[in-house]
């Protein structure tokens, strides 16, 4: 039986971009896991493309992981880290969010899983101001 991960977009708006996730750990592990595709998302009505995110909020649980949250880049850079065994939420939005500080960055996020055994499970929502 392989791992499972379900994604569901709940929002993709000119401004807004809100996407959420549930993974349950079986035998492989996420190692640097395509979340979220910048050039998936939807456009300006000019015909825009997105180019980039911010991650404003994350509402989280984990059990028995920890999850790191990256931007992609030639060498991907570490957004933020939910800790193991812990249930909450991180609000950027008083800043404007979390920029993506990666050199070379593709817009997109990724996710690897850490100190993952059988059955252990993540849940997240990520929202997310695009950038054009």
């Known amino acids: ?53 911010r991650i404003k909020k994350i509402w989280f649980s984990t059990i028995g992981l920890s999850l790191k949250i990256l931007w992609d880049a ?24 979390l920029v993506n500080s990666a050199s070379s960055p593709t817009g997109d996020i990724r996710f690897t899983t850490v100190g993952h055994g059988s059955g252990d499970t993540y849940t997240v929502v990520l929202e997310c101001i695009k950038e054009y």
């Open 1 to 53: 039986m392989a791992d499972t991960f379900t994604e569901k977009v709940i929002e993709d708006g000119p401004r807004n971009f809100v996407k959420s996730f549930a993974y349950t750990y079986v035998d492989t592990g996420q190692s640097a896991v395509l979340a979220v595709d910048v050039s998936e998302l939807s456009t300006l009505q000019d015909g825009t493309a997105c180019s980039n995110l």
């Open 74 to 97: 030639s060498t991907d850079t570490l957004a933020v880290e939910l800790p193991s065994g812990y249930q909450g939420d991180f609000d950027f939005s008083s800043f404007g969010g």
